[in-house]
């Protein structure tokens, strides 16, 4: 088995952090309000990591106060996707979509051959979310969006596919991605679907151990050139994200 750990400070968790006062808006910089910290090359954050197989971006970000974030900009060739994690975002794309999205809330947006979307909180609270940018398998397809919801309560101490896979949200690429949402001491056995895949498992919150390597809050890991991979969390309520993808 080959793998890399990113802990939270090899994230740039102290880099691009929101002052929280206006200025002109720069997506992704301090001064529109949002703190993105990301585990891949992107923008002004470069970790010497350009990805993990199909996976380009996997940015973990708060948007401050209301108000701030991505005005409409395009994209083609993205499969974008966003896990809500607390407060409220507001989707806007090119396809007509004008959406409400709050926590356990997901969505799929693929540009294809060419689309736009806005990203915004105008709540007063913070919005939490984990956005992941994924290379399709095809290119130049018709653009699509689908949403579903994660409910945490309902899938307590199971592995739930949520996209790709064996998921409702099918994806134009041999990926996949799964949640864990623990509050008591298990094992966990993650099978991949063939040596040929890798994936990369991201602590949203509390602790875990992947074969042997203890995580905490924000800690990553990619693994590959193995067949399964196995998870033990405690009885601290941990968040996992699993993203499975063909190396």
């Known amino acids: 088995m ?8 090899d994230r740039g ?47 973990d970000e708060i948007f401050t106060h209301a108000g701030c974030g991505y005005n409409m900009h395009p994209h083609h060739d993205f499969i974008i996707m966003a896990f809500i994690l607390s407060g409220e975002l507001t989707h806007i794309n090119t ?15 693929s540009a294809g051959s060419g689309g736009k979307h806005c990203e915004l909180n ?10 992941v940018w994924v290379l399709p398998d095809m290119l130049l397809l018709p653009p699509t969006y689908q949403r579903a919801h994660f409910n945490s309560i309902a899938a307590r101490n199971k592995l739930v596919p949520l996209v790709g896979g064996n ?23 993650y099978k991949l679907k063939s ?14 151990t992947l074969d042997g390597v203890l995580l905490g809050k924000r800690d990553s890991v990619g693994v590959w050139d193995t067949d399964r991979i196995t998870l033990q969390t405690g009885a601290e309520k941990s968040d996992i ?3 499975e993808t063909i190396m």
Not at 122 to 131: A, F, G, S, T
């Open 167 to 189: 998921s409702s949200m099918p994806i134009d690429q041999d990926l996949s991605i799964s949640r864990l949402d623990s509050d008591a001491p298990g094992t966990y056995e």
């Open 13 to 59: 968790y102290n880099k691009l952090v929101s002052v929280g006062g206006p200025a002109s808006y720069i997506a992704g910089h301090p001064d529109a309000f949002i703190t993105r910290r990301s585990s891949f090359n992107f923008g002004d954050y470069q970790t010497g990591r350009h990805g993990f197989g199909k996976i380009r971006v996997f940015g």
């Open 95 to 109: 396809l007509g979509k004008v959406d409400t999205l709050k926590a356990g809330d997901y969505y799929a947006f």
């Open 195 to 208: 040596p040929n895949h890798g994936a990369y498992v991201f602590v949203v919150e509390g602790s875990a």
């Open 122 to 131: 105008i709540d007063q609270e913070d919005l939490h979310v984990i956005y």
């Open 241 to 243: 994200l699993i993203v």
């Open 2 to 9: 080959e793998s890399f750990v990113l802990k939270t400070e």
